[in-house]
């Protein structure tokens, strides 16, 4: 099955943590592959390590958060990296959860492209396969199992807070 | 600050169950209660067990899920546990974040009042408050601090597909 998690409210990326947690909790064998992301200080990079989680975690991005309106060089050969490691990790049959977080970010800004997206769901695969981020495309909402819009009702950020260490990393 | 994750689309549990990877990435100290929900073999219940993590969960439910048009004084009693609970874990001060799992669920239901989950915001407290479940009350969604509603779009269950060990549980 292949599931999306999209919209512009908080709890996309924690929801597919969760799965992870119950997942793990049944045994199963996760990945959970970044997009856009490089830093081993977000929480959940530090629960997993903190506590010797069996569990297979690459992230691809750079130091700097992407521009969407002047993305680098290096933030599409990163991107594709990110879906290289999801095609290997879809064909290893080694997992039965794979995450592809901010998949869909990284096509809306045009990182990688809508092609190679939809390709991922020609795999013949046993594998949940779960893709976050924003704006995902039509198709891709078309082409899911499951599709779930996080949307904002209401949020602390727009009464000025800050993101904090611990909630939102 | 209190979260509120409801709606019909799958990850409102799952989003506050990531929140709690995360917080404890960062040393924060977590309390996960659980209303109608009575099973230690959900996949979050043994990954944190089966790992030794350190967070403190209660759950109040019986063997047998709530009938909404007859529930039982039994639901009645282990939900108002549930929030006796609740009450302690504000006022206690031991924790930085509190999940109070379904509690939206168990206000509709009438095994709470409203009046009483209303209350949970009078506590001064720096807490992390977060509540589950579908149909959060108006009140609520005006008094909380961030609201996601998480919309189902699209759903495997409609398709036939039955809850799956790992996944839904």
């Not at 199963?28 to 569990?55: A, P, T, W």
């Not at 991922?120 to 899911?144: H, K, P, Q, S, W």
């Amino acid at each position: 099955m292949i599931h999306i998690y999209t919209g512009n409210g908080k709890g996309k990326t924690t929801s597919a943590l969760g799965l992870i947690v119950r997942a793990l909790g049944h045994k199963k064998r996760v990945c959970l592959i970044q997009f856009m992301k490089k830093d081993d200080q977000y929480g959940e990079i530090l629960f997993f390590k903190n506590n010797s989680i069996s569990i297979d975690i690459f992230q691809y991005g750079t130091d700097n958060f992407v521009d969407p309106t002047n993305p680098q060089e290096i933030d599409k050969q990163q991107a594709n990296l990110a879906y290289i490691k999801a095609i290997e990790s879809i064909e290893s049959n080694q997992y039965d959860l794979i995450v592809l977080d901010e998949i869909n970010v990284a096509v809306k800004w045009e990182l990688i492209t809508i092609e190679m997206q939809k390709k991922l769901f020609d795999f013949v695969t046993d594998a949940e396969i779960v893709m976050t981020g924003r704006c995902a495309d039509i198709d891709m909402i078309n082409m899911a199992d499951l599709v779930t819009e996080m949307k904002e009702i209401k949020h602390y950020f727009n009464a000025g807070q800050d993101a904090r260490k611990g909630i939102e990393y």
